[in-house]
């Protein structure tokens, strides 16, 4: 399979603080991708950080990229209790049409 | 961006029944994509729908059991056949827009499947 593994499964934090995630995956890749989806509802793009790139930012969220250890993670600086919701990343596999989604981190953030 | 309308977004059905899944872009797209979502799940791709083409399906699922048709460039319809308890998920559409020399995709809000 070439589904994405992330961890923690779950993260619960206080508001405030800051969450990190993390994804692994096994193939060569295009780009990497992280969703956002708000009980059991669509997926929203967040943010996407290519192959060739090792740290993105984009306000409160910060994503890095090792290709070598096929790694990424999604840090979400001063939690928000609207940022409640489960966290996907997902793999443009070079040579697939598709995006391989991972397993998903379900983050609460306690006010 | 693309914005997605799919509907119905919850639905309860009968065993065996069938139910179709109609999926709406506020643009012409040429890719795009249906998945299912069991219970506390990640996506599965079930299948692509490019118009003018048959469905390409993903292992593990078949036309007859999830027909899909694609008659333009802004709508699709997935059917979930003949179904079974085990059919109950979130269905969701997506479509795949090239933005920032990448390709990203655009979700619909899903339709909640449950069958009794």
């Known amino acids: 399979s070439q589904q994405g593994e992330e961890d923690p499964q779950a993260l619960s934090i206080q508001e405030g603080e800051n969450a990190t995630m993390n994804c692994s995956y096994k193939t060569s890749i295009n780009n990497l991708q992280w969703y956002r989806q708000n009980s059991g509802r669509g997926l929203v793009h967040l943010i996407l950080i290519r192959s060739n790139e090792r740290e993105k930012h984009s306000g409160r969220l910060r994503v890095t990229l090792d290709t070598s250890k096929k790694s990424s993670s999604l840090l979400i600086t001063a939690s928000r209790a609207a940022d409640t919701a489960s966290y996907f990343c997902a793999t443009d596999v070079t040579g697939a049409n598709n995006l391989f989604f991972g397993t998903g981190t379900r983050l609460t953030v306690i006010p | 961006s693309a914005v997605i309308s799919q509907k119905p977004s919850r639905d309860i059905c009968q065993r065996g029944t069938s139910l179709t899944i109609q999926c709406q872009v506020d643009?012409?797209?040429?890719?795009m994509f249906w998945y299912r979502q069991q219970p506390g799940q990640s996506l599965t791709l079930i299948a692509t729908a490019n118009q003018g083409s048959e469905a390409t399906y993903e292992s593990g699922f078949v036309i007859d059991k999830f027909p899909i048709s694609r008659p333009n460039l802004t709508f699709s319809t997935l059917t979930v056949s003949n179904m079974s308890p085990e059919d109950s998920s979130i269905y969701l559409c997506?479509?795949?827009?090239?933005?920032?020399?990448?390709?990203?995709?655009?979700f619909g809000a899903g339709t909640r499947l449950s069958v009794l």
């Open positions: 997506s479509v795949e827009v090239f933005w920032d020399r990448e390709n990203i995709q655009y």
């Open positions: 643009s012409q797209v040429t890719m």
